[in-house]
């Protein structure tokens, strides 16, 4: 296994939208338990591939306690088939927009269909945070962000902030 580095606001590669994945092998495995490194160490409770510079339809998710055992759960070409008109407001973070916190809107459940770690269909109906958190990552396979749904105001104002960053530390957010 592997940390792979994180790509943060504003990389242009958060835009892009993720290709569907073929097929489920060995290598795509490997890549899976990289991810799932990735994100515990960060820590988060979610990562989309893209986020490791990877536009691919791949995410995890484990939305465990630090009391429960980990568990995480890979969503391989994931699909929001159904979600609800009830709304929950769950207050967002994001890996590639580091320590910036803002409420977020969305419904407060969805049926989501994916592929599972050994290329199994599977369904599932997510509630509360699982449904928060899939909505979020697979918002990331189509280039969106939490920040979307803010105002132009806030947003503009959190993209300025990364870009100055990025300015100082020399992260250059690199060419498509
Ligand atoms: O996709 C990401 O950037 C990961 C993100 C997922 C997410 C957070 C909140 C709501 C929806 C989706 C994070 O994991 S941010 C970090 C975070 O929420 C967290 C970190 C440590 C403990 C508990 C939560
Ligand atoms: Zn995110």
Redesign the pocket.
Known sequence: MALRSIIKLPDPKLRLVSAPLERVDDDLRKLMDDMAETMYDA??????AI?IALPIRLVVIDTATPEEPKNPTFYVNPEILWSSDERRL?E?????IPEYYEDVERPSSVRVRYIDREGKPQEIQAEGLLA??LQ??ID?LNGVLFIDYLSKLKRDRVIKKFTKIARHTGESPGRL
């Open positions: 820590p988060g409770i979610g990562l989309a986020q769950h967002e973070g994001c890996l590639s928060t958190a979020h990552e990331h």
